[in-house]
């Protein structure tokens, strides 16, 4: 598994690229780890199906953003690419 994340700020020339993720804390309530949980079960489910018929596959969850002073939300995404 390659869990990849977006960083907050933009790097010194404004662009935002992907970083590798190798350790992940969740501060989150019991609604919000459910929230999480099921998402993470459902997106099982459609991933072995997309793989079954070899199609891409998008599909996400959005959180809200304890963070007062963020500029994005906290989304949780599962991605796949045909041919992966």
Do not use: C, Y
């Not at 019991?30 to 596959?57: D, H, V, Y």
């Amino acid at each position: 598994m390659r869990i990849v994340g977006w960083p907050e700020e933009p790097d010194s020339e404004g662009g935002i690229d992907p970083v590798t993720i190798v350790d992940v804390d969740f501060h989150a309530s019991p609604e919000e780890l459910r929230a999480i949980g099921n998402f993470m079960l459902k997106a099982a489910a459609e991933l072995e199906s997309a793989q079954s018929r070899n199609s891409a596959l998008s599909i996400g969850i959005e959180l809200g953003n304890s963070n007062p002073s963020a500029g994005v939300g906290v989304a949780i995404n599962v991605v796949r690419s045909s041919g992966d």
